[in-house]
């Protein structure tokens, strides 16, 4: 069994079509169906059904799906931990869900940057699952994310906050909630999951809402009166900081932002001192 073959398996798992994985890998397709049925000759089993649409994975290869990932990143893990510098160096691609503060996070980009400019950093943001399967899928180094953390991840920060009732201004009396319309990120949010629960005890669909998929609108939306949300309280800072703000029952109120990594045995230097300033930078947010 060779590496070539698993990197042939998995883009064809990807690609759902042995013709387009050709052309992603730059093989010819006669070279990757070869490849594709020595592989199944090797484990004595049908990786792939065949249908005119393309394939699809049999239950064997879903299982050996899992396998080759593992095996594919072991070994480029190997190649990095060869030939990591001393010094934080080479690329660092991290998550980040929108929700997260981003003046402290900015500036700890500013930071890290300065300090370790060898280092390439990219961002990508999305949602809390979304970038936990990338992370998981080692296509992100580490990711901010909200919420649970599932067992094969482990968490260099955790910073708490506090879920509140945000409205224009708290000149307005508490909202009546049978009655207000809500800005809402779409399905998967968890501070929307915590909305539709605490709506739920009191007996009341979440049905009066705005769909957003960027925190930018859901305060902009907030600020103009013609929504309420629910959020953590660290987005109640420059342009946002004099809105409304009410506590919510306690079982409601707690969340958590984590800096997510896998459990990997090996940590690459850069996001090592990444993680490093991250810490270093939120706990004196947190003392000023």
Request: glycine share 6%; hydrophobic share 40%.
């Amino acid at each position: 069994m060779e590496l070539t073959d698993l990197r042939v398996f998995l883009r064809i798992a990807e690609e759902g079509n042995i013709t387009r994985a050709a052309e992603q890998l730059g093989y010819v397709q006669s070279n990757v169906t070869a490849r594709v049925k020595k592989l199944e000759n090797e484990l004595g089993v049908p990786l792939f059904n065949r249908h005119s649409n393309g394939v699809t994975l049999t239950e064997k290869g879903r299982m050996f799906q899992d396998y080759a990932c593992t095996i594919i990143n072991l070994s480029e893990e190997a190649v990095r931990a060869v030939q990591e510098q001393p010094y934080p160096s080479g690329s660092l691609a991290i998550g980040v869900v929108d929700t997260l503060h981003c003046g402290h996070f900015i500036q700890s980009l500013s930071d890290y940057q300065n300090m370790y400019p060898d280092v390439t950093l990219s961002l990508l943001t999305g949602s809390s699952s979304e970038l936990i399967t990338q992370v998981l899928n080692y296509q992100l180094d580490g990711a901010f994310v909200t919420g649970t953390i599932p067992p094969k991840l482990v968490a260099d920060y955790i910073e708490e906050d506090e879920v509140m009732l945000l409205t224009k201004s708290n000149e307005q009396p508490f909202p009546d909630l049978a009655v207000t319309k809500w800005a809402v990120a779409p399905a998967g949010c968890p501070f929307r999951s915590a909305l539709e629960a605490w709506l739920l005890s009191e007996g009341i669909p979440l049905t009066n809402m705005i769909e957003v998929s960027s925190l930018e609108t859901q305060l902009s939306i907030v600020r103009s009166g013609l929504a309420a949300a629910l959020l953590p309280s660290s987005v109640l800072s420059g342009e946002y900081a004099n809105m409304g703000s009410y506590s919510i029952p306690e079982a409601f109120r707690h969340t958590s932002t984590s800096l997510v990594r896998r459990n990997d045995r090996f940590r690459n230097k850069a996001f090592s001192a990444f993680a490093e300033l991250v810490k270093v930078n939120f706990e004196m947010k947190g003392r000023s």
